[in-house]
């Protein structure tokens, strides 16, 4: 059965896997004082980052619009299902909006099957969950089936970060000045990950660099001891070579059965900073 997967430019979804699947963004919106931006359509990493060292400030993000999603819903045959992996809706007003959208387009079109799913994560949480309606698509299942089963994997999605700087967090009004200053005067890193309501928490502070990828490392296997058929997806803000480095670490120290690497886009690299590294996986069924 064919069905439509789609997604919001908060997803950061590796080559590999895009390449292997027909997915549907729709773009998030990027706000400098000069200029709007849409995600992944008017602004690239590259520019992004230039803009940043040019205006010396940070942009507002601001969720698609509910007619947004409804343009992007439209465009999708009427016979073709259609299943939206929606940013956490404890990070943005992104899953109300397409919501909404979905209730204006089925009072037009009653027989349409749309469903939204709040995933609780973002960046490579959202491809992970891309990654598995994939393979569950080529296993035959059914529209119904995949959705059941896709809500239950966002109770499994494990997503942590570190951040190498915290100088975003600074600027974009969520640390204060001294605050910031103190912690980049004693080194400190923060560990933290997506909570089972879909917000970020702080996992742990840490001094130093070597450490903090020591006990991100080490984060993983409090989730999971049974690696061998899982997949992991790692992405990395402007740090390529850094995050090569850590992902090979976590080869040699589990044995996952497959892992991605991408970039961040310009949604996620506003809030975590050049050298913020993101993994996510499904951790174990209790």
């Given at each position: 059965m064919q069905i439509q997967i789609m997604t919001d430019g908060a997803a950061d979804i590796p080559k590999r896997l895009s390449d292997s699947i027909n997915i549907k963004v729709v773009p998030l919106y990027l706000h400098f004082r000069d200029e709007q931006y849409k995600t992944g359509v008017t602004i690239d990493t590259k520019t992004f980052y230039q803009k940043i060292r040019e205006l010396k400030e940070l942009p507002r993000s601001s969720a698609p619009s509910p007619n947004d999603f409804y343009e992007a819903y439209k465009e999708i045959d009427s016979e073709i299902p259609i299943i939206m992996l929606s940013l956490s809706k404890g990070l943005s007003s992104t899953y109300e909006n397409a919501v909404a959208a979905k209730n204006m387009l089925l009072e037009e079109e009653p027989n349409r099957k749309i469903e939204v799913i709040n995933t609780k994560t973002a960046s490579c949480g959202q491809a992970l969950l891309i990654h598995e309606a994939n393979r569950k698509m080529e296993e035959g299942y059914s529209f119904d089936k995949l959705v059941a089963h896709l809500n239950e994997r966002v109770e499994q999605t494990t997503t942590l970060f570190v951040l190498k700087t915290l100088e975003n967090l600074v600027l974009g009004g969520r640390l204060d000045r001294v605050k910031g200053k103190i912690a980049k005067t004693l080194n400190i890193?923060?560990?933290?990950?997506?909570?089972?309501?879909?917000?970020?928490?702080?996992?742990?502070?840490?001094?130093?660099?070597?450490?903090?990828?020591?006990?991100?490392?080490?984060?993983?296997?409090?989730?999971?001891?049974?690696?061998?058929?899982?997949?992991?997806?790692?992405?990395?803000?402007?740090?390529?070579?850094?995050?090569?480095?850590?992902?090979?670490?976590?080869?040699?120290?589990?044995?996952?059965?497959?892992?991605?690497?991408?970039?961040?886009?310009?949604?996620?690299?506003?809030?975590?900073?050049?050298?913020?590294?993101?993994?996510?996986?499904?951790?174990?069924?209790?």
């Open positions: 890193k923060l560990l933290m990950k997506a909570s089972d309501e879909g917000t970020i928490e702080v996992v742990e502070k840490v001094r130093g660099d070597k450490k903090s990828i020591r006990r991100f490392l080490d984060e993983i296997g409090a989730y999971t001891k049974q690696v061998e058929e899982k997949v992991l997806i790692m992405t990395h803000c402007n740090t390529e070579d850094r995050a090569h480095s850590v992902l090979n670490d976590i080869k040699d120290q589990y044995g996952f059965k497959d892992t991605f690497l991408t970039e961040t886009g310009p949604l996620i690299s506003t809030y975590g900073g050049e050298g913020a590294l993101v993994i996510s996986f499904f951790k174990d069924k209790k």
